[in-house]
């Protein structure tokens, strides 16, 4: 009996010290997390991002190459944004699209660095410049928005944010990001409501927004664009409540004085005491402690955003509305 009662006691004392040799073990064990992909081979490991894989290899400049390495943020358009791309614009695969064209399409959805959602709802709205170009080489423009969600260029919405990748972020979104024109950053920003409501007055006999929005010629365009504040101002300055007190004419001429045709006129190309030669009246360009443009009347409006840059031209925002000689 007493050699049983001994047995069971070691027996009893083993079982509990095991658990916490047990855990000794597991403590001094490191653990290494597995090696996150690059957003390349992301893309390929997704099936809902088997289009945008696709595309990267049809495309010229090896895109797929260049988003194995660098550090980017992608906006991944899924597989129905594709597919809708497709039918809109008339192709019944992505083999047909152009490899120019595919090429710069989807540049216009990379952008360098790593930009992850937070930073953009920091920011709440503004500006950010992806790897598309336009003719010149210039960087494209891109708008972005928070206050419903993340959205690009008024219309791409992000689905599925902040998907960590070894050479940057995704975000996948759920609709392709065409390539902006002038009309694009106009339409998309709320502070240029005023200016979009006076370019679509339907007694105008210019239909600025077709024209706005072309990419052949009279393109590409240089537009000088009023803040809705500095349509306010105007509004006190010329004592009327409204657009719908300007005359059709006047309004007209105005609105012309602030385009440049055939020209994509960026801050850098301009110099003080330059003319500028608009499908309105011409101005001047004063540039001092900052760039000031002058119409013929001696009046002035200063550029407190620049180079804000689309497929078919580029938009400088401006503190004052420009008038045609009086």
Do not use: W
């Amino acid at each position: 009996m007493n050699i049983s009662l001994k047995f069971y006691k070691l027996s009893l004392a083993l079982l509990i010290s095991f658990p916490f040799l047990s855990c000794d073990v597991d403590v001094n064990e490191s653990y290494s997390p597995p090696p996150l992909s690059t957003i390349t081979e992301f893309v390929a490991s997704n099936s809902d991002l088997s289009n945008l894989a696709a595309a990267l290899s049809a495309a010229d400049g090896n895109l797929l190459s260049l988003l194995n390495g660098g550090n980017y943020t992608l906006l991944a358009p899924n597989n129905f944004a594709f597919e809708l791309f497709l039918a809109n614009n008339g192709f019944t695969s992505i083999d047909e699209v152009p490899t120019d064209i595919l090429e710069n399409i989807l540049l216009n959805h990379v952008i360098s660095g790593t930009v992850r959602s937070s930073d953009l709802t920091t920011a709440v709205s503004g500006y950010t410049s992806t790897n598309a170009t336009n003719t010149d080489g210039d960087f494209l423009s891109m708008y972005f928005s928070t206050n419903n969600g993340v959205v690009f260029n008024g219309v791409t919405r992000v689905l599925n944010p902040d998907i960590a990748a070894s050479n940057g972020v995704v975000h996948v979104v759920d609709l392709l990001i065409e390539l902006p024109t002038v009309v694009t950053f106009a339409t998309t920003n709320p502070g240029f409501e005023t200016l979009v409501t006076a370019l679509t007055r339907d007694d105008l006999s210019e239909d600025f927004v077709s024209i706005l929005s072309t990419t052949t010629e009279p393109a590409p365009f240089t537009v000088f664009a009023p803040t809705n504040e500095a349509f306010s101002s105007l509004f006190s300055e010329r004592g009327v409540e409204s657009l719908n007190d300007i005359d059709t004419a006047i309004l007209e001429s105005t609105l012309g004085t602030h385009v440049v045709a055939e020209a994509n006129v960026r801050s850098e190309d301009l110099s003080d005491g330059m003319s500028i030669t608009t499908i309105g009246d011409d101005l001047t360009i004063s540039v001092g402690t900052g760039s000031q443009l002058v119409d013929l009347n001696g009046r002035t409006a200063n550029i407190i955003a620049v180079n804000i840059q689309a497929h078919n031209g580029v938009i400088h925002v401006i503190d004052n509305v420009m008038l045609p000689q009086l």
